[in-house]
Nanobody
Framework: VQLQASGGGLVQAGGSLRLSCAAS????????MGWYRQAPENQRELVAS???????NYADSVKGRFTISRDSAKNTVDLQMNSLKPEDTAVYYC???????????YGQGTQVTVSS
């Protein structure tokens, strides 16, 4: 599975950004797609995920502000980020979990910087 992310950038606090990720390769093996982020000196953490069946999961810190969506026909997953805060600053990674395994693929990271 290959994941190609786009979007990100620099935005002021309160602003919005949209991240997009396109999956290719063995997409039939994907069970869950999502976004993770990693700030400097922090561990990588889950931001949001969506299963093949549409079940959503959000980190408490982004609930009500971020929305994850998936287009199965296009094999894409997007993350709409509103009301951004400086603490949202991190490198964001698209991810795909493989069905019936613990294998997780990550795309290249994309930087999101929120200025105060």
């Amino acid at each position: 599975v290959q994941l190609q992310a786009s979007g990100g950038g620099l935005v002021q606090a309160g602003g919005s950004l949209r991240l997009s990720c396109a999956a290719s390769g063995s997409i039939f093996s994907i069970a869950v797609m999502g976004w993770y982020r990693q700030a400097p000196e922090n561990q990588r953490e889950l931001v949001a995920s969506i299963t093949n069946g549409g079940r959503l999961n959000y980190a408490d810190s982004v609930k009500g502000r971020f929305t994850i969506s998936r287009d199965s026909a296009k094999n894409t997953v997007d993350l709409q980020m509103n009301s951004l805060k400086p603490e949202d600053t991190a490198v964001y990674y698209c991810a795909a979990d493989v069905r019936y395994s613990t294998l997780r693929y990550y795309g290249q990271g994309t930087q999101v910087t929120v200025s105060s």
